[in-house]
């Protein structure tokens, strides 16, 4: 009775602390609706909330994981790779030039993992994780619709467009795209009626603010993955007669071929993508960062600089920097290009093995399993937006959720 009653202490610990972390994750910790930074004095060092917060669920994961160390023991064997890329970022810290920084960042990002495999070896069924879920994403988009409507400081300042909650309106739209798979999700776990109803509602309103958002890489990642899925859809329906590959393959080659051939017919016709959208061909200057970015990882290529030691203001490197890019970005605009700065060729490779063994062992699965729709988009946004082992940064942690939750699936007949 007695190991019962501890067993349902420590899962309330898990849960409680995984809703908190979901609430943060959602709204941020930061106050809303602040003004664009246009100094680089202005840029906060530190968030006393976040040491604050991430402290305590550190300690909360802690003792919750405590009865469940043979399941930890599992699952770290069955998964390694995430393992081994964070344990490689935190040994970059030794050579990092703000170590002290990179250190409160790789804790946050390691809270992170230990909060959601806490969460995840107290609560197995699909359908708890998600009822857990919905008491923060129901209120956040409805709350956020409300704020974008009704409260001026809720738009970007840079763009006049929407952001919400968000510091910008690429957060939005990220947030915004995550609800609507989130979404997916709860309709393909048991619920009633009602609850269906319910959430087709909640999906409607992330449309809205995906779209009033007007992040042109949110807006692409979902075509791209409507797209993808359309696909298998037909990949589905022609597979008895053994060419649902085959007409895969072909969609893709033609569409690579139209692409090549237009490069060489008439390159200039290329920039109608970006145009629609109100782009160049540069996409708004990343290019350019992007060409900056890779002279930097020349200095550095194999170890990197050292985790999330770059993008710190006091960096020499990015005050010379920010004298070209007078707009001021805080990351690379693309998640690898961070990645292979920050933890070099090495960090980078761990990253694929994780990739690859995680869609191995997706592949193996013979059950119902839908968390993969949330690591393919966001693997497809970070072609654009760096949000991979990002502190504060909410598609990172849903990836490592998402990833996560294949595993713990995976442990529990052992």
């Known amino acids: 009775m007695k190991k019962n009653i501890n067993n349902t202490i420590h899962s309330k610990v898990a849960i409680v602390s995984f809703v908190i972390f979901l609430f943060f994750g959602f709204f941020g910790t930061s106050l809303p609706f602040q003004e664009h930074v246009t100094e680089t004095g202005d840029f906060g060092t530190s968030n006393i909330i976040n040491q604050i917060v991430y402290s305590f669920l550190f300690l909360f994961s802690c003792f919750a994981l405590f009865p469940k160390i043979p399941e930890l023991y ?39 993992a230990l909060i959601c495999i806490s969460f995840l070896l107290h609560v197995r069924s699909d359908y708890n994780i998600i009822k857990y879920i919905k008491l923060i994403l129901y209120p956040y988009v409805i709350l ?3 704020v974008v409507l009704f409260i001026p400081g809720a738009s970007d300042p840079m ?27 709860i309709l393909n776990v048991k619920c009633s009626h ?6 087709y509602f909640i999906l409607m309103i992330s449309l ?5 958002s007007t992040s042109t890489t949110s807006i692409l990642a979902l075509l791209v993955f409507l797209f993808l899925s359309s696909l298998l859809f037909v990949d589905s329906i022609f597979k008895p007669l053994g060419v649902g590959n085959s007409f895969t393959v072909v969609i893709i080659s033609g569409f690579l071929l139209i692409f090549i051939s237009i490069m060489f017919a008439d390159p200039q016709l290329i920039s109608v993508i970006p145009n629609a959208f109100g782009k160049d061909m540069t996409f708004t200057g990343r290019i350019d960062l992007w060409d900056y970015m890779f002279r930097e990882i020349n200095k550095h290529l194999l170890f990197g600089a050292g985790y999330q030691s770059f993008w710190v203001m006091e960096n020499i490197d990015l005050i010379i920097l920010y004298e070209e890019f007078v707009w001021l970005p805080l990351q690379s605009h693309n ?23 995680y869609f191995i062992n997706l592949i193996k699965l013979k059950e119902t399993y839908l968390w993969h729709l949330l690591i393919i988009v966001i693997l497809i946004i970070n072609f654009q937006e760096s949000n991979l082992f990002r502190p504060g940064i909410f598609a990172g942690t849903i990836f490592i959720f998402s990833y996560l939750t294949l ?5 529990r007949p052992e």
């Open 407 to 411: 595993y713990a699936k995976l442990i």
């Open 74 to 112: 599992f699952l770290i064997k069955k998964e390694k790779f995430l393992s081994f890329f964070l344990i490689w970022c935190l040994i970059s810290i030794t050579w990092s030039d703000f170590s002290f920084v990179s250190f409160k960042r790789w804790f946050r990002i390691f809270s992170v």
């Open 159 to 185: 763009f006049d467009t929407w952001r919400g909650f968000a510091s910008t309106k690429n957060h939005l739209g990220q947030m915004s795209l995550i609800s609507i798979l989130l979404c997916f999700i």
């Open 208 to 212: 809205i603010l995906l779209v009033g």
């Open 335 to 357: 998640g690898y290009i961070d990645i292979i700065n920050e933890v070099g060729l090495i960090g980078f490779f761990l990253f694929v093995l994780m990739l690859v063994f």
């Open 144 to 146: 956020s619709l409300f």
């Open 194 to 199: 009602k609850e269906k109803i319910f959430t």
